[in-house]
């Protein structure tokens, strides 16, 4: 079979001796399966470099291999409560459905579809909304509005039913304003396309009960899924809470969602959906719930606890990291966070193909031993021992020295939140436009063909939901099928992320450097003091995504003197938010500026996970040359180039680090990633962008292909030519890779690369060449205590 | 639904493809209806079906501005039924594979091999040309 058999996830990405990591595996066929653990060396599998390289460390033993299912799509899931078994009843809530036509969708439901028991408000096949009562197999009445509901705008919708007389009433109500649509109409004509009031005399008879729990943005297909929630970004529940098995997905925004237990008159809904929380005292006893998302949204909006505002504070868990925080029926334009203004901010935006944790079951762990190596690993799984396209996968993690006992005197740290956000990005199925960018087609490996099957196992960053939000959350408790060795990336002419940073940790090993490493979910932990245990420190090819905290320890060590090695370009570029309770989820919002897979929508810009302003460092005045002295200048995902050398190389702060390095020599004009050591990603000094005033260049790249292009924060409006947007590497010279140098107080110093294929140069006739040389020398260099040349 | 009205022009985005087929025609077509001038892309992408790293003292390898401009509008035809690779024996196999366009279905991986992506790209280059010009209704 050519598309991917088995895969998994494992529960920690980084451990030390003495912790253990488990693994969650799926087999496809249900077919048996060998585990054993590698210490993965070298990914690539291209023939022209030193090929596939993996140790085996251990087996993990044969296992029988089963299928687990990933529940995606975003919902909140009430407990069963004896109080939601109600007779008559009246369900209202706001609404901003984005895909009304893509078949029937969950609002407030407490309904069970495979024996139609239960109540619900819903939209049904049409598109229309609809209210359900269900009293057994059959026995389903529903009474539709008749009149559709429209995409990006929002709605008052209420459905009350009376079981003395068994009459039902329906209100579809837009309200539309100049601001609340964000990129939707301003206005409706006619209106009555869209309003609707309907009434009807159904049978007065109550809606049978069930166990299931109230679902909002989904309804129940199975009450029980043996699948749990409790602590991590659950940290309000503090034993398990069994969650159902969901279906009827919502797509778009829900505010304020309540259930009455009579039959509310239009005054008192309008008093529940739009009066001032908490709720008039008066209307309380009549509430059986009544939602308050903009409750609990202050200082960040992280929380996955959803509170009723009523009497019986039957509070809700948010599954699968539904969107929090986000513009509201009110909202107005004045402020542009949820943290100034929460009361304009009360609306849960739903996906359906959302995934916080895949929650499957444990196939086997690993207990790391005390003297295992740091360095990169994998649980390596191959359906009947077989090693064949299709029937392996690899399970990277990546193990650490023991705590506060560093094996080396130089770290690798290993960017995690980087490939979380580049996790599962499906593009070569779903873009257009990716082969503008990398000038080919895409090629399809057995985990993309999975992926693509199973409507992405959860996305990450570099895509959008099925309603066209752009994704800004990224769990790595899922399969992550493009965070593989041997894997080509569809952003690459060969590899990128965890596969092109094995040249790295491949290239120190064969060039005997001892390295540590460590990921960014322990520098988000540990801070400073990580990094000062070493005397060198190097980045992987493409630390794009960063944290606060990361960047005040990356800065911090600079200023103590760490000696610093950015082997990368556009490194530090997102503002990334690890979840504040789980370290596996990260955040970004990727604003309406930068080189960015999606816009941000209105009024979208807080970071959920931290209420800050989210979007690119550069906006928020830590532009990423404050860091490395290069800022990120151009892209072409396609063949590279090389360096040639500047000036200031030869200065005697500089010369050392060209020793064995000709006057004329070009740099790197060879290697795995598009031939050359300029490529993919690039960087420039820039002193305008906060390049330190004393920094040296010591070379830059030529010669890059028009696929290369300028990044987009740079173009405040598009033009044809030389320095504009159009501009290609044939004809702008701000396209090209700059390495530079600069001191740091206490004796510390950084070197950057500025181009992602550098790394992909090392290895170039059997490691010996001048990437290979220069980037040992320097490390050398660096190395040396005392003062710098 | 029932009843649905027609779309309108508006709603079914009439002008952005009447805009595309203008460009096409104008731009694009009196390149690859004359088949001498068709063959020489055809030619030129066969030669060299991928970029290349730049080499000092050379300018970098790019495609002609008429087989640029013919690969641009060729890359970003829709997805359903568009073309990819797909890697069956890593370095030795490639075959062509039809994308449904939407997710949650699978990629369809036909027969069709070849030994190199090189190849295999090529092979795709002429699959979306000759639908353009049957499109176009360029059938010599």
């Not at chain 1, 990005?425 to 503008?436: G, I, K, P, Y």
């Not at chain 1, 830059?700 to 028009?706: P, Q």
């Not at chain 2, 309108?8 to 077509?29: K, S």
Request: hydrophobic share 35%; proline share 7%; with cysteine.
């Amino acid at each position: 079979m050519t598309t991917l058999g088995i895969t998994g996830y494992s529960n920690r990405i980084s451990v030390q001796p003495g912790q253990t990591v488990q693994f969650h595996v799926h087999s496809e066929r249900n077919q048996a399966y060998r585990a054993d653990i590698v210490r993965l060396i070298h990914g690539d599998t291209n023939p022209d470099g030193p090929g596939y390289k993996e140790e085996e460390v251990a087996s993990c033993g044969e296992h029988p291999g089963r299928h687990q299912a990933v529940h995606a799509g975003s919902y909140i899931c009430v407990p069963h409560d004896a109080r939601f078994d109600i007779s008559s009843f009246t369900l209202m809530a706001l609404v901003f459905p984005t895909t009304p036509t893509k078949g029937v969708q969950g609002i407030v439901t407490k309904w069970f579809g495979p024996e139609e028991t239960g109540y619900g408000l819903f939209i049904d096949e049409q598109g229309e909304l609809a209210v359900r009562i269900g009293r057994g197999k059959g026995r389903l009445e529903q009474l539709s509005s008749g009149k559709p509901l429209f995409r990006k705008v929002w709605y008052l919708v209420a459905a009350s039913f009376d079981a003395a007389s068994g009459h039902v009433s329906l209100v579809q109500e837009p309200i539309v304003t100049s601001t609340n649509t964000g990129h939707g109409m301003r206005f409706i004509y006619p209106i009555e396309e869209t309003r609707a009031a309907v009434e009807w005399s159904g049978s007065p008879q109550a809606p049978a009960a069930n166990d299931c729990p109230v679902l909002i943005a989904a309804a129940t297909t199975q009450a029980h899924s043996g699948r749990h929630i409790w602590g991590g970004h659950f940290s309000h529940v503090h034993s398990p809470i069994e969650i159902p098995e969901h279906e009827a997905k919502f797509n778009g925004r829900i505010e304020r969602p309540a259930i009455a237990r009579r039959v509310l008159n239009r005054a008192e809904i309008e008093r529940v959906l739009h009066g001032p929380r908490p709720l008039q005292t008066e209307l309380r006893p009549a509430l059986v719930a009544a939602w308050d998302f903009a409750a609990n949204i202050v200082p960040n909006a992280a929380s996955t606890q959803a509170l009723d505002d009523s009497l019986h504070r039957l509070h809700g868990h948010c599954i699968n990291m539904p969107s929090r925080g986000m513009p509201g029926h009110n909202w107005t334009a004045d402020q542009m966070s949820f943290t100034a203004a929460p009361q304009e901010y009360g609306a849960i935006h739903f996906h359906d193909d959302a995934v916080d944790d895949a929650r499957w079951e444990v196939d086997f762990e690993f207990p790391i031993p005390e003297d295992l190596k740091s360095g990169v690993y994998a649980a390596r799984l191959r359906l009947g021992g077989q090693d064949t396209p299709g029937n392996e996968d690899y399970i990277p993690f990546f193990v650490r020295p023991p705590a506060g006992r560093p094996t080396a005197r130089i770290a690798v740290i290993i960017p995690t939140a980087s490939y979380m956000a580049y996790a599962n990005e499906n593009l070569s199925a779903d873009s257009q436009v990716a082969q503008l960018l990398t000038g080919r087609v895409p090629l399809m490996q057995p985990g993309d063909l999975l992926l693509q099957e199973k409507n992405g196992y959860g996305y990450g960053t570099y895509t959008v939901h099925s309603d066209g939000w752009g994704v800004h959350i990224s769990s790595r408790l899922r399969p992550i099928l493009n965070m593989r060795p041997k894997y080509t990336h569809v952003l690459s002419p060969s590899v990128w992320q965890l596969n092109a940073d094995l040249h790295l940790t491949d290239w120190l090993e064969a060039m005997a450097f001892d390295f540590d490493v460590h990921t960014d979910e322990d520098l988000q932990r540990e801070g400073v003091e990580l990094l000062r245990q070493y005397r060198v420190v190097l980045t992987c090819h493409h630390p794009e995504y960063c944290s606060e905290e990361m960047l005040d320890a990356y800065e911090a060590y600079q200023q103590q003197g760490g000696r610093w090695l950015y082997l990368a370009a556009n490194g530090f570029y997102w503002c990334t938010v690890f979840h504040p309770d789980n370290p596996a989820l990260i955040e970004v919002r990727k604003g309406d500026n930068g080189t960015r897979a999606w816009t941000i929508n209105p009024g979208e810009y807080g970071n959920a996970f931290d209420g800050k302003h989210g979007g690119l460092w550069r906006v928020r005045g830590r532009n990423m040359s404050k860091l490395t002295g290069v800022s990120f200048t151009s892209f072409g995902l396609t063949a590279s180039s090389y360096y040639r050398r500047a000036p200031d190389s030869f200065r005697p702060e500089c010369a050392w680090m060209f020793t064995g390095l000709g006057e004329d020599e070009p740099i790197g004009n060879f290697g795995l990633v598009g031939g050359g050591a300029a490529g993919l990603e690039l960087d420039r000094y820039d002193l305008e962008l906060g390049t330190p005033h004393n920094a040296f260049l010591l070379a830059h790249s030529e010669g890059h292909n028009d696929i290369f292009v300028t990044v987009s924060e740079e173009s405040t409006f598009n033009a044809r030519g030389y320095f504009a947007a159009g501009g290609t590497g044939d004809q702008n010279p701000y396209i090209r890779a700059d390495i530079v140098y600069f001191k740091t107080p206490n004796d510390g110093a950084v070197f950057s690369a500025s181009s992602m294929a550098w790394c992909g140069s090392l290895s170039h006739n059997n490691y010996d060449n001048n990437v290979s040389r220069l980037t040992a020398n320097v490390i050398r260099g660096f190395l040396q205590d005392g003062p710098l040349p | 639904m029932e009843n649905k009205p027609e779309k309108t022009a508006l709603q079914d985005d009439y002008a952005y493809r009447a805009v595309d087929a203008y460009n096409t025609r104008m731009y694009l077509l009196p390149a690859l209806a004359d088949p001498e001038r068709r063959a020489v892309l055809i030619a030129e992408h066969r030669a060299r079906p991928l970029y290349e790293a730049a080499q000092p003292g050379q300018p970098a390898p790019m495609d002609s501005p008429a087989l640029a401009r013919l690969l641009d509008r060729l890359r970003v035809v829709p997805q359903q039924d568009k073309h990819v690779i797909i890697e069956t024996r890593p370095w030795e196999e490639y075959r062509i594979g039809v994308l449904p366009g939407v997710r949650g279905k699978a990629v369809e991986i036909t027969d069709e091999a070849y030994p190199t992506r090189e190849d295999a790209e090529h092979a795709i280059f002429l699959k979306r040309l000759n639908a353009l010009l049957d499109a176009y209704g360029i059938t010599d």
